[in-house]
């Protein structure tokens, strides 16, 4: 299994990042999926989910009508659409892969990539 994100960077505040997770070596269209970050002295913390077809979505609080979090099975491709962005989304965001349904938890996620950066800053 390889979960490897892009797409983070440096982004003012109000402005827009799009994530894309690509994922290999497992059948993605069977797993749900999830966006999770992590700041620095913070723990891991839960940002969306997706189930297995894109049908059903989960959002932490703090991203609802911010955040939008999608899939294409077609390309095994997980995305994360950040919008009006503000300098506390500052952390690595990585996906993960569930073992099976969505979840707020990590433990939950048995793959995880090696994190992209985002940075929200004037």
């Known amino acids: 299994v390889q979960l490897v994100e892009s797409g983070g960077g440096l982004a003012q505040p109000g402005g827009s990042l799009r994530l894309s997770c690509a994922a290999s070596g497992f059948t993605f269209s069977s797993y749900a999926m999830g966006w999770f970050r992590q700041a620095p002295g913070k723990e891991r913390e839960f940002v969306a989910a997706i189930n297995w077809n894109g049908g059903s979505t989960y959002y932490a609080d703090f991203v609802k009508g911010r955040f939008t979090i999608s899939r294409d099975n077609a390309k095994n491709t997980l995305s994360l659409q950040m919008n009006s962005l503000k300098p506390e989304d500052t952390a690595l965001y990585y996906c993960?892969?569930?073992?099976?349904?969505?979840?707020?938890?990590?433990?939950?996620?048995?793959?995880w990539g090696q994190g992209t950066q985002v940075t929200v800053s004037s």
């Open positions: 993960g892969k569930a073992t099976l349904n969505p979840s707020r938890a990590p433990p939950a996620y048995d793959y």
